[in-house]
């Protein structure tokens, strides 16, 4: 184990692309996740960048070690499937 912190340089880089999205659910999907990203609660782990361009959503993550950018991945997916569900099947009373 190299003991390595997520402050150092990043060597686990990941890139979740979805695509094509229609307008109103890229928008739905980037404001939804832009607020964990923008107030990620443990930085030690690594950063995420997420961007909306030409009808595709890009989540980026990067890390120092595997485990953080592993972390990383699992919680923006099970974020962004939850997010997909919702918005093709809302809530109605």
Request: charged share 30%; glycine share 4%.
């Amino acid at each position: 184990m190299s003991g390595k912190k997520a402050s150092e340089k990043p060597q686990y880089k990941l890139r979740i692309a979805v695509e094509p999205l229609e307008e109103k659910t890229l928008r739905a999907l980037y404001q939804s996740l832009l607020p964990e990203a923008v107030s990620q609660p443990d930085r030690k782990r690594g950063n995420v960048r997420i961007t909306a361009v030409d009808r595709r959503l890009v989540i980026e993550i990067e890390s120092a070690t595997a485990s953080g950018a592993r972390a990383l991945f699992n919680a923006y997916i099970y974020l962004l499937l939850t997010a997909l569900q919702v918005i093709k099947e809302p809530v109605t009373k």
